[in-house]
Structures are given as C-alpha cells and as structure tokens.
C-alpha cells in the first residue's frame, strides 16, 4: 500500500511559478511509475506528466510542454512537479499518482493504483 501526499498549491498570477510535492509512504516507492493528473471544475481528469521508475523516461501533456519538468527523489520517497509560466488555464486541482511496476510511462489514469487527495492551484490573469 502506498500514501501520497501533496503540497506547494496555491493562487498566484499568469507567469508566476509553483512547484508541487507529493510525498509517498509505504515501500518499494524506487519501482513505481509516478505522475501528475489534474482536474478542473466541470471538467474531466487529465494527465499532465509522468516519469518512470529510472527516471530515464518522460512524458508531458502538450499544453505543459516546456513550462512543466518532472521529477523524484526516490532517498526522499518525493515526486515534483516545478510548474513555470503559469497560465489561468492550468488552474485545477493536481493529483499525484503512483504504479507499481513502473518500468515505461503511462498517460492513462486507469494505470495508476494510488492517488493522493489533490492540491489546488489557482492561477490568476
């Protein structure tokens, strides 16, 4: 079993930066796939990034590339979102999300067992 616990959200204006956090419990935390989903209000979930185990493998929603970067430090059991350039349209509450077997990377929310409770980024014109 796995816990995942976000943080660094919250209301900041267009071009601003946040950095988000999701801080995992639970073992084996070195072979899980992890990344970042996000949902806006009245909208569907979405994916937005996702590095594998090695972190030898990316991937990035189009509307983030370039913006967004990916990251984890697996001696801190720690996967980070650093969010450049904000734009209102990346309001949404973010979600980290975590796969066991994590040897590729996966964009499909139906691929990831564990979830946190979300962290809401505001993003102000």
């Known amino acids: 079993q796995v816990q995942l616990v976000e943080s660094g959200g919250g209301s900041v204006q267009a071009g601003d930066s946040l950095r988000l956090s999701c801080a995992a419990s639970?073992?084996?935390?070195?072979?899980?796939?992890l990344a970042w989903f996000r949902q806006a209000p009245g909208k569907e979930r979405e994916f937005v990034a996702t590095?594998?185990?090695?972190?030898?493998?990316?991937a990035y929603a189009d509307s983030v590339k370039g913006r967004f970067t990916i990251s984890r430090d697996n001696a801190k059991n720690t996967v980070y979102l650093q969010m450049n350039s904000l734009k209102p349209e990346d309001t949404a509450v973010y979600y980290c999300?975590?796969?066991?077997?994590?040897?590729?990377?996966?964009?499909?929310?139906?691929?990831?067992?564990?979830w946190g409770q979300g962290t809401q980024v505001t993003v102000s014109s």
């Open positions: 590095i594998s185990w090695t972190a030898s493998r990316f």
């Open positions: 999300a975590a796969r066991p077997a994590g040897y590729n990377i996966y964009t499909d929310s139906h691929e990831y067992a564990y």
């Open positions: 639970g073992r084996t935390f070195s072979s899980y796939a």
